[in-house]
């Protein structure tokens, strides 16, 4: 299986980041690495050589899913949707595909988070009510 890797190094206007885009014949996975300042060739060239375990790469997509499929419309609807995009978004950059993976991966980790809280505080209050039914008992033993 042949299997192809791409190093993009963006500035997001406070770090230098690499995202790093894996990708074989049915899947595709992205890891992000934050440098500071800006790396040089030799560096990167040196990280990838060294450091290439400690990238922590999002879970791999199946390539199939991601066929894009064309769909044609009339010129001027699809010029007046475009202004209407941009006077929307203003001045937001777009994004790559690896960081709309990147944004995926993290929402899902959120949610995974949020629901492992939610369990625990659950079972927090159970235990808290446990130990008051206990002490109320207790309590209430008689003379």
């Known amino acids: 299986m042949i299997s192809t890797i791409h190093a993009t190094i963006i500035f997001n206007g406070q770090w230098w980041i690499g995202l790093f885009e894996r990708k074989d014949e049915a899947n595709y996975a992205v890891a992000k690495h934050i440098f500071g300042q800006e790396p040089t060739d030799p560096e990167i060239y040196d990280f990838v050589l060294k450091s290439w375990q400690v990238l922590k790469f ?13 769909q044609r419309k009339n010129f001027k609807r699809v010029r ?3 202004r209407k995009l941009l006077e929307k978004l203003d001045h937001a950059r777009p994004m790559t595909h690896a960081q709309e993976v990147l944004s995926q991966d993290l929402e899902k980790n959120k949610k995974t988070r949020k629901a492992q809280s939610a369990q625990e505080k659950q079972a927090e209050e159970k235990f ?3 130990l008051k039914q206990a002490k109320r008992k207790q309590k209430h033993r008689g003379h």
């Not at 999002?58 to 064309?70: C, G, R």
């Open 80 to 82: 007046r949707e475009i």
């Open 128 to 130: 808290k009510f446990s």
């Open 58 to 70: 999002t879970e791999p997509l199946n390539t199939d899913e991601l066929e894009i499929k064309v």
